[in-house]
């Protein structure tokens, strides 16, 4: 009995998380231009410091590349955080993962 709730508690906790990753992925590509704009100019400027450290030339297409890889490993963090902030919103307990 005490394992079929453990399982309908993570079942239920995973939808949860999917919902609001969704949610904060539309509000993400929709609502905050900003944001997004934001992220943009910080991986252009990750770029330019990756450039100066490692003392290497990247041609537009690898510089693109970068770009893209950061800003979308920057969005996929915006919504985790967005979906764990509603979580623990609505249960009023800390998400630890």
Do not use: H, P, W
């Not at 990756?50 to 030339?57: L, T």
């Amino acid at each position: 009995m005490n394992t079929n709730r453990k399982i309908q508690d993570k079942n239920n906790f995973e939808k949860m998380i999917k919902a609001y990753l969704r949610q904060g992925r539309s509000k993400l590509l929709n609502e905050f231009t900003g944001t997004r704009e934001a992220m943009v100019q910080i991986a252009s400027d990750k770029i330019k410091d990756f450039i100066k450290v490692m003392d290497i030339g990247l041609d537009e297409a690898e510089r693109e590349y970068l770009r893209a890889l950061i800003v979308s490993s920057m969005y996929q963090s915006f919504c985790y955080g967005y979906g764990i902030g509603k979580i623990e919103g609505k249960n009023e307990n800390r998400v630890v993962i």
